[in-house]
């Protein structure tokens, strides 16, 4: 197989979050790249929060590698920022707003299990400092804090290294057409240009592509709101029904709804009612109006992310599969496909495409 070079670099198909901290990671390693996206409608990376929390879930489980993922994050970030000169990171706390002691036993039973240190902290009733803190909030009964999370933002992040890859003429800002690659000679040959290897990052629409389609993807419409609440002053991340996540100045993430099966880009009335809900249950205060979005996030039958090559034409690519974690998998799934570009490292076989043969 033929390594990337600047006669034949490497083509990434999408920039979301993913391609992003791919073509990051080939920056930092000198692998000459392009990307081709279309910057259309429905990239779930656009619209999310951008939240990294070690505890996650219906289960509240410590998220699998977190370890390992939280300290590679808060790095990838915090370097993308300083290149683009942008605060990318944010160390967040995660506050659990429990209404019950009942909810406030439960969450005891899992603090005091020793599983999830060091990120979770006992529940406690609130104190007049933290009343203060959340007055702006329905009444609770108790909160769970949980330590070192983080929050990445997102929607600046991509917008700014969007432009610079436009400036660097690194970026193609159209659709991808699949009939026009062609595949000969142990190489890919796209738009009148050679190529070392294509790698699909482009999210929900990967069900279209040729090579990896088959694979047994699921897909979720996730929708938020962005609102304006000005009597709200908050710097951590709210749970209840919802999430609540702060987005600078007065404005805050709510979300998200999830509706299985349904790749149409468009926000819905369902989830608006969905998530005025979430608002309603959580905030007292009274909040501006809502603009409210949709994201496509495509997972696998088994809910891990996708990274490899494809069996039969090892030219060929794929960092997928994220779901709501995108934040914290995007670079770690990043760095993989980095070091196999550059040094033919192998990957997880629990993460390869061919775990579906």
Known sequence: MSRPSPEKPVLLVGLGIAGACLSWALRERGIEHRIYDDLGPGAASRIAAGIINPITGRNRIKAHRIDELLPLARKTYTEMGDFLGLELWKDREVLVLL??????????????????????VQPCTLEQEEQNKLKGLQPIDSVVRVRAAGQVMLTPLLQAYQEKLLGEGR?????FDYRQLQIRDSEAHYDGQRWSRVIFCEGHRVRANPWFGHLPWRINRGQRWLLEIPALQQEAILRKKGLLAPMGGHQYWLGSSNDWGNAAAESTELAREALKSMADDMLKVDYGQAQQAAGIRPLLQDRRPVVGWHPDFPMLGIINGLGTKGGSLAPWLAVQMANALADQESFAAELAPERFR
């Open 99 to 120: 209404t019950s002691a009942e909810e406030r036993y439960n969450w005891q039973q899992r603090a005091e299990s020793g599983d999830f240190s060091p990120y979770l």
């Open 171 to 175: 970026l193609i800002q159209t659709s």
